[in-house]
């Protein structure tokens, strides 16, 4: 099986689907899948079309869908919707991190609809295909012969909380680690967990949510992490290699190609 790669498109449809064009992804006439490693929306202004374009490749079941850390936050951000609008959306964290924005595109409602109108959206934001179609197929993580694909990296032993954890510890067994701890580890920087020593043996892990630039900036000491010098082409290391471009600033979305 052939598979095209990419993470946190952030719902940045054209960006998406240019950078397949480029790579064949529409002309392949082998057995092919495309691999999201989480984060699909939230940060671009595309929302309709890229759950459009997620859709139609889940029916032709051309589409392996990884959770990432803002399909966790869609989901929490439904669930205490009524709190959110209460206090003020704009003082939300779903504000800043995109939440928000996601559901007034895929409503068609503004914030002022939300507060007026909430529980007409909450019923629209719970019922959309995002919501009832998409996030329920999305797996922890998936595995080939030679790779696995997350969105922040495998659950670790770690020191800090999520985001912020700095020392990683490798667990033989975290595969059997419990949703929690697999919601967890979809914050980590993987870039960081790998070059302190947690890799799977005899597999490369794919991973999405940390921009590469952080790798080649403080690892390769190449470049800065944001800004004209930035370098946000995947980051190839030991035992990982990381695709998030941080789209809203490079303009681009990574994807790579496994035959596995």
């Not at 940045?12 to 064949?24: A, D, I, N, S």
């Not at 990982?240 to 941080?246: P, R, S, V």
């Given at each position: 099986?052939?598979?095209?790669?990419?993470?946190?498109?952030?719902?940045?449809?054209?960006?998406?689907?240019?950078?397949?064009?480029?790579?064949?992804?529409?002309?392949?006439?082998?057995?092919?899948?495309?691999?999201?490693?989480?984060?699909?929306?939230?940060?671009?202004?595309?929302?309709?079309?890229?759950?459009?374009?997620?859709l139609?490749?889940?029916?032709?079941?051309?589409?392996?869908?990884?959770?990432?850390?803002?399909?966790?936050?869609?989901?929490?951000f439904?669930?205490?919707?009524?709190?959110?609008?209460?206090?003020?959306?704009?003082?939300?964290?779903?504000?800043?991190?995109?939440?928000?924005?996601?559901?007034?595109?895929?409503?068609?409602?503004?914030?002022?609809?939300?507060?007026?109108?909430?529980?007409?959206?909450?019923?629209?934001?719970?019922?959309?295909?995002?919501?009832?179609?998409?996030?329920?197929?999305?797996?922890?993580?998936?595995?080939?012969?030679?790779?696995?694909?997350?969105?922040?990296?495998?659950?670790?032993?770690?020191?800090?909380?999520?985001?912020?954890?700095?020392?990683?510890?490798?667990?033989k067994?975290?595969?059997?680690?419990?949703?929690?701890?697999?919601?967890?580890?979809?914050?980590?920087?993987?870039?960081?967990?790998?070059?302190?020593?947690?890799?799977?043996?005899?597999?490369?892990?794919?991973?999405?949510?940390?921009?590469?630039?952080?790798?080649?900036?403080?690892?390769?000491?190449?470049?800065?992490?944001?800004?004209?010098?930035?370098?946000?082409?995947?980051?190839?290391?030991?035992?990982?290699?990381?695709?998030?471009?941080?789209?809203?600033?490079?303009?681009?979305?990574?994807?790579?190609?496994?035959?596995?």
């Amino acid at each position: 099986m052939r598979y095209y790669v990419v993470a946190d498109p952030h719902g940045h449809y054209t960006y998406l689907v240019e950078e397949l064009r480029e790579k064949g992804f529409f002309e392949d006439a082998e057995p092919h899948k495309l691999i999201i490693c989480g984060d699909i929306f939230d940060r671009g202004n595309e929302a309709k079309k890229i759950q459009e374009f997620v859709l139609d490749l889940m029916k032709k079941d051309q589409i392996i869908l990884i959770r990432g850390n803002h399909e966790d936050l869609a989901i929490e951000f439904i669930k205490n919707a009524w709190r959110y609008i209460q206090w003020g959306l704009k003082s939300s964290h779903h504000y800043s991190n995109g939440t928000v924005d996601t559901f007034c595109q895929l409503i068609d409602m503004n914030l002022y609809d939300m507060a007026i109108f909430t529980s007409k959206a909450v019923d629209l934001m719970e019922n959309t295909p995002y919501i009832k179609n998409i996030i329920p197929t999305m797996v922890d993580y998936y595995e080939t012969s030679n790779y696995i694909f997350v969105h922040g990296w495998i659950p670790c032993k770690a020191s800090g909380f999520g985001g912020q954890a700095s020392n990683f510890e490798y667990d033989k067994e975290w595969r059997k680690a419990s949703p929690e701890e697999f919601e967890l580890a979809r914050w980590y920087n993987g870039i960081l967990a790998a070059s302190q020593g947690v890799i799977e043996p005899n597999k490369t892990i794919v991973c999405g949510h940390w921009h590469c630039s952080y790798g080649h900036s403080k690892l390769e000491h190449k470049g800065y992490e944001f800004g004209e010098n930035a370098n946000f082409s995947p980051y190839k290391g030991k035992g990982i290699i990381a695709l998030d471009a941080c789209t809203i600033e490079s303009r681009k979305i990574n994807c790579i190609i496994i035959n596995d």
